[in-house]
């Protein structure tokens, strides 16, 4: 199976999608988190930019490590 192919299994997007979740919401209390407990709102692009991104590294090192057949 191809590098695109195991991207686009629905396996490896609600894996990318678990991790986000987690990866996001930690980086998003630590990088922002006094300005939310002190009751201002971040630059609005960064949260979910925070979150696109560990989505998208958990995407990629699960379809490349598949893919590669190991």
């Known amino acids: 199976m191809g590098f695109w192919d195991v991207f686009r299994l629905k396996a490896t ?3 990318a999608l678990r991790v986000a979740v987690i990866v996001g919401t930690i980086l998003t209390l ?3 988190g006094d ?3 002190a009751g201002s709102v ?3 692009w960064k949260i979910p930019l ?3 991104v560990p989505y998208c ?3 990629y090192s699960s379809a490349a ?3 590669s057949g190991r």
């Open 57 to 59: 590294v958990s995407s």
């Open 50 to 52: 925070t979150y696109f």
């Open 65 to 67: 490590m598949l893919s």
């Open 13 to 15: 997007q609600q894996r």
């Open 35 to 37: 300005l939310i407990l």
């Open 42 to 44: 971040p630059e609005i």
């Open 30 to 32: 630590i990088n922002q």
